[in-house]
C-alpha cells in the first residue's frame, strides 16, 4: 500500500466506522484506567480502537455472540498498551475468539527426569504467535473492579503480543550489557530474579506469583499493574515501572496524577492463569 491510500483508508475507516459516542463513554465509564489520562491521549485510544475493530476478526465460541459493547472493551484494552508504539504492533495475527468463561486445557509437561505430567490448566486468555487471541468475557467484565489488583486479560495477552513482536523478552541470557537494549533486559532479568525469591519465600506480592513463573510471564503480568494500577506498581516496583515505561513509551501514574490522581478502588480479584 502507498502512504496516500493508506492514509485516505485511516480517514475513511475513523469517519465511517467510528466508535458511537455513548458507546465510548459507556466504555470508559467501566473502564476508567482507560480514561485516566489526557483527552487527546483518550482520543488517540479511540481512534485507535476503531481502526482495531476494523481489521480484527471476533469470533465468539461456547454460544457466546460478541456484541458491540464487548468488542469495543475489548478493543480499547488490547490498544492501550500499543498506544504509542503504533497499531502496527498488533498486526501479527487477525482473529480474537471470546469464550464466555475461563476454558480448561489439559496440559503435559516433562519434568526433568522425564516422566511427563499431565494436569489441567484454566485459562481466562492465551496469545500464541501469529493468533488468535483467547479471551474469557467474564474475566474482561470484570477488569473495571479487578483493577485495583492489577489485573486485566485482554493487557496481559495483548502484552504478549507486544513482546512476541519486539523481542524485549527473548535472550536475557546473552543480553549484551553494552547495548541499551541489553542494559534494560539484563535489567528486567534482575527484577524477575528478586521477585522470584520473594515468590519462593511465599511473601506477599502485589504481582500475582504466577509472574515467578518466566521473564515473559513477569514482563505480561507487570505490564497489567502497569496499565491499570499504576501508582500500586510505583510504589511496590518502581524498577519494573520504570523499565516498562522505557518499552510502552508511556508513563500512566503520571497521566494519572495529572488527571486528579483517582485510581480503581480496591475489591478481589480471582486467580486464574492466563499464559
Ligand atoms: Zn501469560
Given at each position: 500500500?502507498?502512504?496516500w ?11 465511517r ?30 481512534e ?7 481489521h480484527?476478526?471476533?469470533g465468539?465460541?461456547g ?6 459493547a ?8 488490547a ?5 504509542e ?43 500464541m ?24 486479560v ?11 513482536r ?83 513509551r ?19 480479584a ?6
Amino acid at each position: 500500500m502507498t502512504g496516500w491510500w493508506r492514509r485516505w483508508r485511516r480517514t475513511r475507516t475513523l469517519e465511517r466506522r467510528a466508535i458511537p459516542d455513548a458507546l465510548w463513554q459507556q466504555t470508559l465509564a467501566r473502564y476508567p484506567f482507560l480514561a485516566a489520562r489526557s483527552e487527546a491521549r483518550v482520543t488517540a485510544l479511540r481512534e485507535m480502537a476503531t481502526l482495531f475493530l476494523a481489521h480484527k476478526e471476533f469470533g465468539g465460541a461456547g454460544g457466546l455472540a460478541v456484541d458491540d459493547a464487548m468488542a469495543v472493551a475489548i478493543a480499547a484494552q488490547a490498544c492501550l498498551p500499543a498506544l504509542e508504539l503504533g497499531l502496527s504492533w498488533l498486526d501479527g495475527f487477525v482473529g480474537i475468539v471470546v469464550h464466555p468463561d475461563a476454558v480448561v486445557a489439559h496440559r503435559e509437561r516433562e519434568d526433568e527426569v522425564g516422566v511427563v505430567h499431565s494436569y489441567d490448566e484454566e485459562l481466562s486468555g492465551e496469545a500464541m504467535d501469529g493468533g488468535p487471541v483467547m479471551l474469557a468475557w467474564r474475566d474482561v467484565d470484570e477488569a473495571g473492579e479487578s483493577a485495583a489488583e492489577g489485573y486485566n486479560v485482554v493487557i496481559h495477552e495483548f502484552a504478549h503480543v507486544i513482546d512476541m513482536r519486539g523481542g524485549f523478552t527473548a535472550g536475557a541470557e546473552e543480553a549484551d550489557r553494552s547495548t541499551a537494549r541489553g542494559r534494560w533486559l539484563r535489567s528486567l532479568l534482575l527484577e524477575h530474579e528478586r521477585f522470584v525469591r520473594r515468590a519462593d519465600r511465599d511473601d506477599e506480592t502485589f504481582l500475582d506469583p504466577y509472574a515467578a513463573e518466566s521473564l515473559e510471564e513477569f514482563f505480561a503480568v507487570g505490564s497489567e499493574a502497569f496499565f491499570v494500577a499504576p501508582a500500586t506498581l510505583k510504589t511496590e516496583q518502581p524498577r519494573l515501572y520504570r523499565l516498562l515505561a522505557e518499552v510502552y513509551r508511556q508513563d500512566p501514574e503520571r497521566d494519572r496524577m495529572e488527571q486528579g490522581g483517582r485510581e480503581a478502588p480496591l475489591d478481589g480479584a480471582d486467580g486464574k492463569a492466563r499464559t
